[in-house]
C-alpha cells in the first residue's frame, strides 16, 4: 500500500503497525512480567523488537500522536532516502515544488501523523 489516500484512510493504529513492520521491527510476546508473577493487561500486546535488540511496547507505539516516536520513524526513512521522504511530506501537506522559505517552514510544522504517514510511504516505495 503506497497510495496516499490509502494510507490516509488507515487508521493510527493500523498505521503504527504497518510503519513498525516496514521499519523491520517483529511483532512478539511480550518477555517481561511483574515481579508478583501477576499478568499485566499491557502484555497482551506484545513488543516490537528492533534490528538492535531493543524493544518497543506495542501498546505504546503510538507514531501518529507522538512526535517523538514519528521522528523515529521520520528518521528511518532519511536514511533509507531522503529525497523520497521529503517528496512524500510535501505531498502529504499538499505542498508543490520549488520549496521557498514558507515550504519549509510548513513542513517543519508537519503533525506526527503527517510525519507517519511519509515515513511509511518512503519506506515501502524503496523496498519495493
Known sequence: ?????????????????????????????????????????????GVYCKPDETYQE?????????????????????????????RELASMMDLGYPFNRNTVAKLLQATPRQISEAAYITIQEVKG
Request: with cysteine; glycine share 6%.
Open 1 to 45: 500500500m503506497k497510495d496516499i489516500e490509502d494510507v490516509k484512510q488507515l487508521n493510527d493504529n493500523d498505521l503504527a503497525d504497518k510503519l513498525a513492520e516496514a521499519m523491520g521491527w517483529r511483532l512478539e510476546e511480550h518477555p517481561a512480567v511483574n515481579g508478583t508473577g501477576q499478568w499485566m493487561a499491557e502484555y497482551d500486546f
Open 58 to 86: 506495542r501498546l505504546g507505539w503510538e507514531p501518529c500522536d507522538d512526535l517523538e516516536q514519528a521522528r523515529e520513524a521520520q528518521s528511518k526513512a532519511i536514511k533509507v532516502d531522503t529525497d523520497t521522504y521529503i
